[in-house]
């Protein structure tokens, strides 16, 4: 496959969006980062939504037949299935990329995740079609899966490639954004159903509608997005093996070493990410009674926070260095497992100081944890590189992480989940000691 070919393919969609590129066919690295910002705060929306509806919604919904400990175990393995579908997502959206183009890839990857999202939000409950519903759920996750495996656009390194070489960390941190503005969107929509909603209401309509917002979230994103990626300025990085999608079997083999340690790296803030996010909604609503609106302002609140401090780790990073901030972070969220998810069970300020400190960490961390290791990879290998190792790190470090915490805490206390993101920091430094290592030796 030659990228011409693959290009005219899809000729005609991005013809479409070359219309309404930047003046002279140019585009800054200004608006690339607004196009990633949208795409990921999109696809961190989607994924809030689902989360939220995954502790509050989904064990009496789905699961009623379980104690409510155990069916929010069940929703989070539920949860887990979409980190396990987005491999089978790259490989199915890299033939469709081969065969007609990137507009034709990222649009059907868009639709499938924004299809998805909102079958759930029609999901029939237990009561109505019993078993069929948990298996309805299982299937619209997995399709979620799918989607963000095919989501990658080479926009996160397309913008990584356009930055001044003095702003890399600034740059690198602009498309972990969309996580924190997605929680943003995603909590301040439950907390008005749950506010606005008696208990009975929100459970059997109310938390649809977050759901259905997601279909005019993603058509906006789409446009931002293919703007981009039928630019003369993409395709030339295209054309030039800067970005063109390799085969993904001969990558992982070829690389599998930067797969790896690019794998490992981040496995810090993304524990930490599931830990201020998803958990701890469970916890607090399973074991101290709360009202759910009462946590999700508080969560809010850390969202804001995180923004600010993703913000601070962009300044820091181009000034120390992307793998010093995420050192350094990794070692302070070591220190934070020591003592933290004990607040969790000392009440309002308790919580209160585990969520804000939490998302501080997370910020500095997650604000330069994406492809840290990418700069590793030879041109040729890059762009699927890339894909392969986010998969990877949100499969690791992610995808089990609400499960693995809530388990562990309900069976051994909140000391455990300390030593499991205790594990995940330890994991970070390892790989950023190994790489610095290999880099020595000339290996």
């Not at 585009?27 to 999109?42: C, F």
């Not at 962009?314 to 120390?320: F, H, K, N, S, Y």
């Not at 949100?394 to 809530?406: E, I, Q, R, S, T």
């Amino acid at each position: 496959m030659t990228a011409p070919t693959a290009a005219a393919n899809s000729t005609s969609l991005e013809r479409d969006a070359r219309l309404v590129t930047a003046r002279e066919h140019k585009v800054a690295p200004g608006e690339i980062a607004i196009g990633v910002i949208i795409g990921r705060t999109s696809e961190f929306f989607d994924f809030f939504v689902y989360a939220l509806a995954s502790v509050l919604v989904f064990p009496s919904r789905v699961f009623p037949y379980v104690d409510a400990v155990t069916g929010t175990l069940y929703s989070f393995a539920v949860f887990a299935l979409a980190f396990v579908a987005r491999p089978f997502g790259t490989m199915l959206f890299y033939w469709i990329d081969k065969n007609h183009g990137r507009g034709v890839k990222l649009t059907v990857a868009i639709f499938l995740l924004g299809g998805s999202t909102m079958a759930i939000a029609l999901l029939p409950s237990y009561a109505q079609i019993g078993g069929y519903s948990a298996l309805l759920l299982s299937i619209f996750r997995f399709g979620q899966g799918m989607a963000l495996g095919g989501t990658w656009d080479g926009l996160p390194s397309l913008l990584s490639l356009n930055a001044p070489k003095d702003r890399r960390g600034w740059y690198a941190m602009i498309p972990q954004l969309g996580a924190p503005l997605g929680l943003l969107l995603a909590v301040g929509l439950f907390a008005y159903f749950q506010f606005l909603l008696v208990p009975q209401d929100f459970l059997d309509w109310g938390w649809r509608y977050p759901f259905f917002v997601v279909l005019a979230i993603n058509v906006v994103a789409l446009f931002a997005r293919l703007r981009l990626v039928a630019t003369p300025e993409f395709e030339r990085l295209f054309e030039s093996r800067e970005l063109q999608p390799s085969s993904p079997f001969p990558t992982l083999f070829h690389e599998w070493r930067t797969i790896l340690l690019g794998a490992l790296a981040p496995l810090a803030s993304f524990a930490l990410f599931h830990l201020v996010t998803v958990f701890p909604l469970s916890y607090v609503t399973l074991y101290n009674n709360e009202p759910p609106v009462r946590f999700l302002a508080i969560e809010a609140a850390g969202a804001a926070v995180g923004v600010l401090s993703m913000l601070a780790s962009g300044l820091i990073a181009d000034r120390v260095g992307r793998r010093a901030v995420l050192g350094v972070s990794a070692v302070l969220i070591g220190a934070y497992s020591g003592f933290a998810p004990q607040l969790l069970g000392a009440g309002g300020i308790g919580e209160t100081i585990y969520m804000l400190a939490g998302f501080v960490l997370l910020g500095l961390a997650f604000g330069q944890s994406s492809g840290v290791m990418n700069d590793s990879f030879p041109s040729h290998y890059r762009y699927t590189g890339a894909a392969i190792v986010a998969n990877s790190a949100w499969l690791v470090g992610a995808g089990f992480a609400p499960l693995v915490a809530l388990f562990l805490a309900s069976r051994f206390g909140l000391w455990s989940v300390g030593a499991y993101l205790l594990s995940g920091a330890a994991c970070t430094l390892g790989a950023l000691w190994f790489n610095q290592e290999w880099a020595r030796r000339g290996n």
